[in-house]
């Protein structure tokens, strides 16, 4: 095995177009693992963590540029306002020691339907920038998530950042797990309003073979809210129009039975988290004075 | 591969590493640093914590080489660090026997509230808290289970680890106010 320490982006690059194989390695607690377990047995892996603009991010009016590797802890601490459906998604990982070193360019790269930052991603209708020595492009996140554990990645290619629009509106991740830390979810939701656009969009987790939105539902809600012009109102959602949209989001559900649940209860729980979190954001939607409402601007 | 790293104040290096070993093995096995334990290899059980550059990581996720260059403390530098802490905040300087420094507040608390029985989780626990009290010198009970909630203890039930750091932060305020 050989253990590669790019200095730079571009070296990274390089050695990546050099070895196409090699296996990238950021926080380690997905690769590490597989190593200690002897699942895999890279011939060359590729530390990430000397880069030092994969742990930063940057800020425009609209967007943040959330480097690859910014851990978890450093989401939930300082991007909550700009993505808080996803730093709440974050708190929810493991411990704090895995939190520390892992982050959403190893979640993607490992692209589990169980990993937590996906619905939040899905919800909030990230881009993958990916980069190679052939040029950089955006993926996606759409478009990101190809099979069980397999990405849109070339292999030439390395996740440079997640470029995710700053909230709108109110966001809210859910997940269920037998306990509040080191978990992994028995299946995850998250939802994202945004008002400007009378739209909203959902995220799915651990309950089909990648990451889903659960797209019926989200037009469901969409035509429903229109319809009876409740984004001007700010009424009540009415009990029946939740109870609806929370079946069609379980029916967007492909799940399985496996040893931390099974399809049904994974169903059943989804329309369970869709309801609420639907109640929770239209709540904040609500809460905000009715200027803020108009222009979209409530958070 | 060789690597080079700073371990609890000391430069060291370590030769023939292969490319895909842990920290925590690197520490343990070629070191001799064992305080810092192996249970799971697979980051669940939270007793082979360390810190790396000031953060609190499970070692056995860290590839050793992702350690070159960078700063370790593991539980038998603990006393020492807690000790320098203490003198930046104008407290009293940790005790010392015999050139030895004596226990961190946090070691001294996990014994006198009975919080260590076979003592397997404990370096990992120890190395966690201290990193909480060094960030919040007076945490709630829900930043300690948080701060805790990737330690795993099997004997203890967790209500003497709770009172062990409690213990730790009252005193650590204590030698602050005097
Ligand atoms: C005890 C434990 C509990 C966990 N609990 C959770 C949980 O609750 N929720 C959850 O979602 N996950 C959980 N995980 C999984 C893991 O922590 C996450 O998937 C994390 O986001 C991985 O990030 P990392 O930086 O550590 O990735 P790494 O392990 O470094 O890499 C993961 C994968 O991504 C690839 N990769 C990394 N960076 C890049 C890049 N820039 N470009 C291209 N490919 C890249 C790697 O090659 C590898 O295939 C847990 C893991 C452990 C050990
Ligand atoms: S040995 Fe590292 S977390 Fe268990
Ligand atoms: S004291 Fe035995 S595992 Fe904690």
Same mark, same amino acid.
């Given at each position: 095995?050989?253990?590669?320490?790019? #200095?730079?982006?571009?070296?990274?690059?390089?050695?990546?177009a050099?070895?196409?194989?090699?296996?990238?390695i950021?926080?380690?607690?997905?690769?590490?693992?597989?190593?200690?377990?002897?699942h895999?047995?890279?011939? =060359?892996?590729?530390?990430?963590?000397?880069?030092e603009?994969?742990?930063?991010?940057?800020?425009?009016?609209?967007?943040?540029?959330?480097?690859?590797?910014?851990?978890?802890?450093k989401?939930?601490e300082s991007?909550?306002?700009?993505?808080?459906?996803?730093?709440?998604?974050?708190?929810?990982?493991?411990s704090?020691?895995?939190?520390?070193?892992?982050g959403?360019?190893?979640?993607?790269g490992? %692209?589990?339907?169980?990993?937590?930052? =996906?619905p939040?991603?899905? #919800?909030a209708?990230?881009?993958?920038e990916?980069?190679?020595?052939?040029?950089?492009?955006?993926?996606?996140?759409?478009?990101?998530?190809?099979?069980v554990?397999?990405?849109?990645?070339?292999p030439?290619?390395?996740?440079?950042?997640?470029?995710?629009?700053?909230?709108?509106?109110?966001?809210q991740?859910?997940?269920?797990?037998? &306990?509040?830390?080191?978990?992994?979810?028995?299946?995850?939701?998250? $939802?994202?309003?945004?008002?400007?656009?009378?739209?909203?969009?959902t995220?799915?987790?651990?309950?089909?073979p990648?990451?889903?939105?659960?797209?019926?539902?989200?037009?469901?809600?969409?035509?429903?809210?229109?319809?009876? &012009?409740?984004?001007?109102?700010? #009424? &009540?959602? #009415?009990?029946?129009l939740?109870?609806?949209?929370?079946g069609?989001?379980a029916? %967007?559900?492909?799940? $399985?039975?496996?040893?931390?649940?099974?399809?049904?209860y994974?169903?059943?729980?989804?329309?369970?988290?869709?309801?609420?979190?639907?109640?929770?954001?239209?709540?904040?939607?609500?809460?905000?004075?009715?200027?803020? &409402?108009?222009?979209?601007?409530?958070? | 591969?060789?690597?080079?790293?700073?371990?609890?104040?000391?430069q060291?290096?370590?030769?023939?590493?292969?490319?895909?070993?842990?920290?925590?093995y690197?520490?343990?096995?070629?070191?001799?640093?064992?305080g810092?334990?192996? !249970?799971?290899?697979?980051?669940?059980?939270?007793?082979?914590?360390?810190?790396?550059?000031g953060?609190?990581?499970?070692?056995?996720?860290v590839?050793?080489?992702?350690?070159?260059?960078?700063?370790?403390?593991?539980?038998?530098?603990?006393?020492?660090?807690?000790?320098?802490?203490?003198?930046?905040?104008?407290? !009293?300087?940790?005790?010392?026997?015999?050139?030895?420094?004596?226990?961190?507040?946090?070691?001294?608390?996990?014994?006198?509230a009975?919080?260590?029985?076979?003592g397997?989780?404990?370096?990992?626990?120890?190395?966690?808290?201290?990193?909480?009290?060094?960030?919040?010198?007076?945490?709630?009970?829900?930043?300690?289970?948080?701060?805790?909630?990737?330690?795993?203890?099997?004997?203890?039930?967790?209500?003497?680890?709770?009172?062990?750091?409690?213990?730790?932060?009252?005193?650590?305020?204590?030698?602050?106010?005097?």
């Amino acid at each position: 095995m050989d253990f590669l320490r790019p #200095a730079s982006w571009e070296d990274a690059l390089a050695a990546k177009a050099e070895h196409p194989a090699a296996v990238p390695i950021a926080g380690g607690t997905d690769v590490m693992v597989e190593i200690n377990f002897g699942h895999r047995r890279p011939e =060359h892996l590729l530390d990430l963590g000397r880069i030092e603009e994969l742990a930063t991010w940057e800020t425009d009016r609209d967007t943040v540029r959330l480097g690859a590797g910014v851990p978890y802890t450093k989401i939930m601490e300082s991007l909550r306002a700009e993505l808080p459906g996803l730093a709440l998604a974050s708190h929810t990982v493991a411990s704090p020691q895995i939190r520390n070193r892992g982050g959403v360019g190893g979640n993607l790269g490992t %692209a589990s339907p169980a990993g937590d930052a =996906h619905p939040a991603l899905l #919800a909030a209708g990230a881009e993958v920038e990916a980069e190679s020595v052939r040029g950089s492009r955006l993926i996606p996140i759409d478009a990101f998530y190809t099979g069980v554990k397999r990405n849109a990645l070339a292999p030439d290619e390395l996740i440079r950042a997640v470029r995710i629009r700053k909230a709108r509106g109110p966001q809210q991740f859910s997940k269920v797990g037998t &306990r509040n830390a080191m978990v992994i979810a028995v299946c995850a939701f998250a $939802i994202a309003l945004y008002p400007a656009e009378r739209r909203v969009r959902t995220g799915i987790g651990s309950a089909a073979p990648t990451p889903v939105r659960a797209e019926e539902a989200e037009a469901f809600l969409a035509a429903a809210l229109d319809e009876e &012009r409740l984004w001007d109102s700010g #009424a &009540r959602i #009415a009990p029946s129009l939740a109870e609806k949209f929370a079946g069609l989001c379980a029916a %967007a559900c492909d799940p $399985i039975d496996d040893v931390r649940g099974t399809a049904d209860y994974r169903r059943h729980a989804v329309g369970v988290m869709a309801r609420r979190t639907l109640t929770w954001t239209w709540e904040a939607y609500r809460a905000a004075p009715a200027a803020d &409402r108009r222009e979209g601007g409530a958070v | 591969m060789r690597v080079h790293f700073t371990v609890n104040g000391r430069q060291h290096e370590a030769d023939d590493v292969w490319e895909g070993e842990s920290l925590l093995y690197v520490l343990r096995e070629r070191m001799g640093l064992p305080g810092s334990k192996n !249970a799971c290899e697979q980051g669940e059980c939270g007793s082979c914590t360390v810190r790396l550059d000031g953060v609190p990581v499970c070692a056995c996720l860290v590839a050793a080489g992702q350690a070159e260059g960078r700063e370790v403390v593991t539980v038998e530098g603990l006393a020492a660090h807690a000790g320098q802490r203490a003198q930046r905040s104008g407290g !009293a300087p940790a005790r010392s026997e015999g050139g030895q420094a004596a226990l961190a507040p946090i070691q001294q608390a996990f014994i006198d509230a009975g919080a260590v029985q076979c003592g397997f989780c404990t370096p990992g626990l120890l190395v966690a808290a201290d990193e909480l009290l060094d960030r919040q010198p007076n945490p709630s009970d829900a930043d300690i289970r948080e701060a805790l909630s990737g330690n795993l203890c099997r004997c203890t039930g967790y209500e003497k680890i709770m009172d062990a750091v409690r213990l730790a932060a009252s005193r650590q305020g204590e030698a602050a106010r005097r």
